[in-house]
């Protein structure tokens, strides 16, 4: 075997050791846009849960996902729904320009405001989950 040929060898060994990032780790989530109005974002989510086809049952009165009740965090998971279920058929997190993607996990919410290192984490069903980062 030549020098070349043991250099390749190398490369294409290091090459297929070095770790890929999982599926998780380039998760996308649609959010509705800190900067959109009250009522802009209450229109798109009429249009998400309605002739857009997303599942807003979770966001009703008396239903896991209604608290916190604001037109911000309803609208984010309206979109988010619409997305999820439909970003593979060519479906964007565009909503009239009302809301954005970001690979940060909106369910974790860092609890800065007591000086700890703790992430207190909601899941779609209303149970809380704290994790102590040491």
Request: net charge negative; with cysteine.
């Amino acid at each position: 075997m030549s020098i070349a040929q043991l250099i390749i060898l190398v490369v294409l060994l290091l090459l297929m050791t070095i770790s890929q990032k999982s599926d998780a780790e380039f998760e996308q989530w649609c959010i509705a846009d800190e900067q959109t109005p009250d009522d802009e974002l209450q229109a798109a989510m009429d249009w998400a849960c309605g002739k857009g086809g997303a599942n807003c049952s979770e966001i009703q009165v008396n239903q896991p996902c209604y608290l916190p009740n604001t037109v911000r965090d309803h609208a984010s998971y309206a979109f988010n729904n619409y997305y999820q279920n439909f970003k593979h058929k060519g479906a964007s997190c565009y909503f009239n320009g009302g809301a954005i993607t970001t690979e940060l996990d909106p369910n974790v919410k860092k609890n800065k405001s007591r000086g700890t290192n703790t992430d207190v984490r909601w899941d779609p069903h209303g149970s809380v989950s704290i994790l102590i980062n040491l």
